[in-house]
């Protein structure tokens, strides 16, 4: 349950963040000194909305991948739940570990 609930929210709150990212971006290539323009491009570059939209695509790709195995016969529901799991604090840890060592040398 908690599977099924976690992807229908993610996939709504992606849909918002990824929208945000995408217009935010546009904001990063002005050459305007405007307060407002700064503050979407500061916004583009805020490091917790960063970590959320990555977190969230990360194990809502995984958790995708689990449902499609689940309804191809696959019966090992316990079993996908915790590899998605492990697989997706790894790839979110490298991700944390490759972002951390860009933004402070």
Not at 31 to 47: D, I, K, P, W, Y
Not at 58 to 81: K, N, P, Q, S
Request: glycine share 8%.
């Amino acid at each position: 349950m908690f599977v099924w609930f976690f992807h229908r929210l993610s996939g709504v709150v992606l849909i918002f963040l990824l929208s945000l990212q995408l217009v935010t971006g546009t904001f990063q290539s002005s050459l305007s000194q405007n307060e407002f323009v700064r503050a979407m491009a500061g916004l583009h570059r805020h490091t917790a909305l960063i970590f959320v939209t990555v977190f969230l695509l990360v194990f809502h790709a995984l958790y995708g991948v689990r449902t499609i195995l689940l309804d191809l016969g696959v019966g090992r529901e316990r079993w996908l739940f915790w590899a998605c799991n492990v697989l997706g604090v790894i790839l979110f840890g490298a991700f944390l570990t490759h972002y951390l060592m860009l933004v402070r040398p």
